[in-house]
């Protein structure tokens, strides 16, 4: 490993301050101008066939093994085709028409609250899930990645398949009838031995059956932990309130927005409907040109501060600073101020100033990571602000008997070590992983009697418990859960548990002395004790259907905060020493996703790496500290230790190291594992969100990275381009005039076929980069929709990813506060494609309705196309990527899309599968297509409705009137490549009074 | 010093001359087994678990295409019957046929019949029954009489170029929509005037869009 120098910030910077240097950069690297980088670029295929895999095989190697398997292949051409067999039904189910897809609402799990789904099922296999859109509390539809992501876990072959006793295999029955005496001897003395151990939920039908087991057990206790645990937002609100209210958000109706630490884009469990809301304020048109305006101050960079038009860096107590400041000059008691920098002073006195002046049309949110106090502090401000009622909305807690969930497991934790819990049982979560490292709750685990884990994989937790039960996926039981609105969804399954897995429902029956219930009995029976009348049968079938149960929304209260101050400022950081953040990761969340392969690989929103976390450092701490990215650093804080590699993060606030959770799992299946550093290892119950005083120590050692962010590059071209509003006003059609348009007929090669007459379709996608937050749930959807493998650590740091769609994420500015762009960037299905015209075999040609086709039966592999590509989105099977021998693997693909296999070229199709399928069903019914009916996988994902594909021959379609647009732009039109897939520049609304125009 | 005798040239030339014919002879053997019925199982009848005749059925008994092939007209995959679909008849009739045990057994102890695929398009096509329903091709166009089949074989070699036969000019074989299913339909004297009209009025897609990759393939 050659010794890699620490960053020359000054040459950077230099950089970065000449005219001529870039306005636009995507790396360090790239902004160094290294030789590797250099290098990076000239080669697209660094991976050429030289070195395959780095075991050794060379060229004449591969030669000789090609040639012996063309011989092969050719002479297998000339066998027939294997027998199959077709295996009809016994007896058809009525509403399904073989060869025809079914949609079935439901709902998945996030953080125990209901993300209302669709799912695609085709003869009883679902492969794919979409967002409910006739849901009310998600009425745009869309889904997170983490969503799209869920189907592959169903079908994961590492999950937890069978009911174990103490690590060898037995059943279900066994465990009931080895729990009667246990439950008997606890019903004997109470239950005061007995603790059930589970995460924050929301399905009443659980409520009540812990009601009753509780009844049975009045000295049982049933005790919360989430590894991402949403305390301070309840603390914060009991603060300010005096109860465990929840607040809702309208960012639609907000504009002016300030966040604090905010994390609302991802990970909350609204946040696919606040990215809608917050898209609409940002969808700037010809006829609406408005946006609303968003201050994010942060302690780690996030999807919020990379939207905003203003963002300022601080280390996490400067972020309670800033809004005791803010509080202050909005008129709300906030006890002492502690100083502020000259910057955040600015920052805090405009915000507060913009606040103000959108009385009712303002926003304070605060994160998850911040304390309660600023959770109090932003109730206040909304209050004073008049935003309650208007962009807040307060409700009844959404969850279940909301218990601050560290003094619970606390206390649970200090009985376990007691050994007065005799019979504990684990619903989910993972605490052995994810409790607090100063608890010990392994150690605690080993003093409990009997132990019982309901769970959907094996791991760390399940190593020590003495039972262990496969928990069922969402989509092979029923359930009930509410989202963050309270509307209830009653989760139908859809297909039947693939192994021995059980719901929590019917575990939790067998401890109400109840073992023959099946989770439809339990939650039907719940509905219908609700629902006396003769109409439930119709209440029930209607609930099923729709995916929600009407009217079942928690209505907004009006409340008001108390005026007592909690003044507690936040201990000044320990000078010298490093202020430590925890973060849930972007991709992995808390841990549980670690064997997804899907979330492994999806590049994280801002740092685009794959398979690892790291540290995160600013630049300027980077450099103070003599480090670089991939160095590996002891990392210690109170007394604790771990190595983990260093990635430098423009951006990022300085003196804070940021550490994402959910890595460095030990027990985890063949994909998870060997993947990042144990963040939760440094987090203790004192400090669940960060800790100060943290140090850094160069190890010497390096630790490669699998980072995107060079990856199919275009090097220094006009690829995003932005202006401010007040730019935009006056000359609409900045973006446009950015870039040139040839004439169509300027070029070498024969022109194009002549287009279709404007009857027929030509089809054509608009994305606008306003209303982007670079959350990758397109790109997961686009993984999902079209059977794209994973291809692993290793090849990524080779360049060869997959994903059709990727991000780009792009800084302009100074590397302390750059501002962020999201790009995504697809086959741009140009009308003069320059990859159609060197293919040797004619594997990829265009089709009359303006798509760039891809045939791979014809691809020979000579990669020709991609080297032509000035949009860098082909994608080659260097190897055999995709899984075609795994079983359960085989029911997750989606049917209408080739597995490709290796050695061929494949790209983004604009779903052709969907065009195709709808195109049938016009003809059919004699009708033309619909502007709508037909949806790529990415745009049905796009929370924030950034992605419009249509006909563009239609002139009333949303892609035409979007191609309309002034801020329409292509990439690289220079070329004369036409574009079908074009861009709406990004519109910033900085305020004046700050400055830092675009 | 001359190893080999002149003559040999002359084997020389003759073997360079006929390793031409050699080549050709191998190029026309490859084709013919390439053509040949072993290949493309054109006229070679499967042997299917249970020995049914579309003869009886379709001209015997006169039962529609769509009393079995359900979803011919709605979806991609014609669709075969479930096993439920047998018995309604033979829950009656001949209920004690040696021939229709495995039928029986088969709704007895709900395992389903394998039938052996007959028309087997290879993974890379995506074809669609109900749009070629729906636009004016007779199930008999593809499929042959079946009605005069005792056991059910292929009758066209479903390769590309036949596909790309209709594809490029359908208009010889189009139907009435009310002619489908007819097994015993021939095409009228003046099928160039009523392809024609069809055409027009089915709204067939140009032969651009016909002949597209993605039409088919994707």
């Excluded at chain 2, 059910?152 to 208009?171: A, E, F, G």
Aim: glycine share 8%; aromatic share 8%.
């Amino acid at each position: 490993m050659s010794e890699r120098a620490p960053l020359d910030l000054d040459a950077i910077r230099a950089r970065l301050a000449d005219a001529d240097g870039p306005a636009y950069w995507r790396g360090l690297e790239e902004l160094s101008a290294t030789d590797e980088f250099r290098d990076f670029l000239a080669h697209e295929f660094p991976e050429n066939a030289d070195q395959w895999g780095g075991d050794g095989v060379n060229r004449r190697r591969f030669l000789q093994l090609m040639s012996a398997s063309f011989a092969l292949a050719g002479l297998s051409a000339c066998t027939r085709q294997p027998e199959e067999k077709i295996v009809p039904y016994i007896d058809q189910p009525e509403e399904l028409v073989p060869g025809k897809p079914l949609f079935f609402a439901t709902a998945l799990s996030w953080r125990g609250y209901a993300v209302p789904v669709l799912v695609e099922s085709h003869m009883g296999r679902p492969t794919k899930i979409e967002g409910n859109p006739q849901h009310p509390a998600f009425p745009a539809g869309g889904t997170d990645a983490f969503t799209q992501a869920s189907i592959l876990n169903l079908y994961d072959p590492a999950r937890a398949q069978v009911v174990s006793h103490a690590g060898t295999i037995a059943s279900w029955e066994s465990l009931i009838s080895a729990l009667a005496p246990v439950l008997q001897a606890q019903a004997a003395s109470g239950g005061a031995g007995f603790r059930i151990l589970s995460g924050a939920t929301t399905s009443p039908t659980l409520a009540a059956q812990m009601k009753d087991l509780l009844a049975r057990f009045p000295q049982a206790r049933w005790d919360r932990w989430d590894a991402i645990p949403r305390d301070a937002v309840r603390a914060g609100a009991q603060a300010a309130f005096g109860a465990p209210v929840a607040a809702r958000y309208r960012f639609d109706r907000a504009d002016a927005i300030l966040s604090l630490d905010g994390d609302f884009l991802a990970g909350n469990p609204a946040s696919v409907r606040y990215a809608a809301d917050f898209a609409s304020g940002r969808r700037i048109r010809r006829d609406r040109v408005k946006l609303s305006r968003m201050y994010a101050a942060e302690s780690s960079p996030s999807l919020e501060g990379a939207v905003a038009d203003h963002r300022i860096a601080l280390r996490p107590g400067g972020v309670g600073d800033l809004a005791r400041a803010v509080a202050s000059a909005v008129g709300v008691a906030s006890g002492s101020n502690a100083p502020l920098s000259a910057a955040a002073a600015r920052f805090a006195a405009a915000a507060a100033k913009d606040l103000g002046a959108h009385r009712g049309a303002s926003l304070v949110v605060a994160g998850e990571g911040q304390p309660p106090e600023v959770h109090a502090l932003a109730h206040r401000m909304n209050h004073a602000l008049g935003n309650v009622g208007a962009t807040v909305e307060l409700t009844d807690s959404v969850e279940v008997d909301p218990v601050p969930s560290l003094d619970s497991l606390r206390r649970l934790v200090e009985e376990m070590q007691a050994g007065s819990v005799e019979l504990l049982v684990v619903v989910g979560g993972n605490p052995v992983f994810d409790a607090p490292a100063d608890l010990d709750f392994r150690k605690a685990l080993a003093k409990v009697r009997e132990s019982v884990r309901l769970g959907f994989w094996e791991d760390e937790t399940s190593e020590w418990c003495r039972w262990n039960v496969p928990m069922t996926h969402a989509l092979e039981t029923w359930s009930d859960l509410r989202a963050f609105d309270g509307t209830v969804t009653i989760a139908q399954p859809l297909i039947a548990p693939l192994y021995q897995g059980k719901s929590v429902h019917e575990l939790v029956a067998v401890l109400a002395g109840s073992p023959d219930r099946t989770s439809h009995d339990l939650v039907k029976d719940y509905w219908r004790s609700q629902r006396p009348g003769l109409d439930f049968d119709a209440f029930w079938k209607r609930s099923i259907h729709d995916g929600f149960v009407a009217e079942s929304g928690l209505p907004a209260r009006n409340l008001a905060p108390s005026a007592a101050a909690a003044n507690a400022v936040a201990a000044p950081s320990a000078p010298g020493g490093l202020d430590l953040v925890f973060r849930p990761d972007p991709t992995l969340w808390d841990g549980e996703w670690a064997n997804n392969g899907w979330m492994q690989e999806l590049p994280k929103p801002l740092t685009r790496l794959t398979w690892d976390n790291a540290a995160l450092l600013s630049p300027a701490t980077a450099a103070r500290l003599g480090l670089a990215s991939e160095d590996v650093v002891a990392l210690s804080a109170g007394g604790r230790s771990v190595k983990a590699p260093v990635l430098v993060v423009p951006g990022h606030p300085d003196d804070v190291v940021t550490a994402h959770l959910g890595y460095g799992r030990r027990r985890v299946g063949a994909v998870g594992r060997g993947t990042g550093f144990d963040a939760y290892h440094l987090r203790v119950s004192a400090a669940l969100s960060g800790a100060s005083g943290a140090t850094i120590a160069k190890t010497g050692a390096a630790w490669p990275l699998a980072s995107t962010q060079l990856h199919q590059t275009m090097d220094g071209r006009s690829l995003v381009r932005a202006a401010s509003l007040a730019k935009f006003r006056e000359n609409p059609a900045f973006a446009r005039e950015a870039g040139e348009d040839p004439a169509k007929d300027e070029t070498l090669y024969k022109p194009a076929p002549l287009p279709l007459p404007a009857s027929d379709p030509a089809w054509g996608m608009a994305i606008d980069l306003n209303t982007c937050i670079g959350c990758a749930a397109c790109v997961v959807a686009c993984q999902a929709e079209n059977n794209s493998p994973v291809v692993g650590k290793e090849q990524v740091i080779r360049g060869r990813e997959m994903h059709w769609l990727r991000i780009d994420r792009y800084y302009q500015g100074g590397l302390e506060n750059p501002k962020t762009y999201f790009e995504p960037v697809l086959c741009m299905h140009c009308e003069n494609a320059p990859c159609e015209v060197v293919c040797p075999v004619g594997a990829t040609v265009h089709s009359p309705e303006g798509l760039n086709e891809m045939i791979y039966n014809r691809c020979v592999g000579t990669r020709y196309c991609s080297n032509n590509c000035p949009y860098k989105v082909r994608r080659f099977n260097f190897l055999q990527f995709a899984d075609a021998t795994t079983p359960s693997l085989k029911l997750m693909r989606n049917p209408n899309v080739t597995v490709r296999s290796r050695g061929v070229m494949e790209k983004c199709t604009y779903c052709v599968q969907r065009i195709s399928s709808v195109r049938i069903e016009s003809e059919k019914r004699g009708s033309p297509i619909r502007d709508g009916e037909i949806k790529t996988a990415c745009q049905q994902a796009c929370p924030a409705g950034a992605i419009v594909f249509g006909n563009i021959h239609d002139r009333e379609s949303a892609v035409a009137a979007m191609k309309a647009e002034p801020l329409n732009y292509g990439l690289l039109t220079e070329l004369n490549t036409r574009p079908r897939t074009t861009y709406l520049a990004k519109v910033w609304n900085p305020n004046p009074e700050i400055g830092g125009e675009a | 010093m001359q190893i080999f005798h002149r003559s040999t040239n002359f084997l020389a030339k003759l073997s360079i001359f006929g390793s031409l014919f050699i080549a050709a002879g191998l190029a026309g053997a490859a084709w013919e087994i390439y053509q040949s019925p072993w290949t493309t199982q054109v006229n070679v009848p499967k042997e299917q678990p249970v020995p049914f005749s579309h003869e009886h059925h379709v001209r015997g008994l006169g039962l529609d295409c769509r009393y079995c092939h359900t979803s011919v007209e709605t979806s991609a995959f014609a669709g075969i019957p479930p096993v439920k679909t047998c018995m309604t008849c033979h829950s009656q009739i001949w209920t004690n046929a040696e021939m229709l045990e495995p039928v029986r057994a088969s709704y007895r102890n709900g395992r389903s019949i394998e039938w052996t695929r007959v028309h087997d398009l290879p993974q890379f096509v995506y074809f669609n029954h109900s749009i070629h329903v729906n636009k004016g091709i007779g199930c008999a166009s593809c499929h042959g009489r079946v009605d005069e089949m005792p056991i059910t074989w292929q009758v066209n070699s479903l390769y590309m170029r036949w596909c790309l036969s209709c594809h490029r000019d359908p208009k010889p074989f189009l139907r009435p929509r009310d002619q489908i299913f007819n097994m015993s339909y021939a095409p009228p004297a003046d099928q160039a005037a009523l392809g024609e009209r069809l055409a027009k009025e089915y709204h067939l897609l140009n032969t651009a869009q016909m002949t597209d990759c993605v039409t088919c393939h994707r």
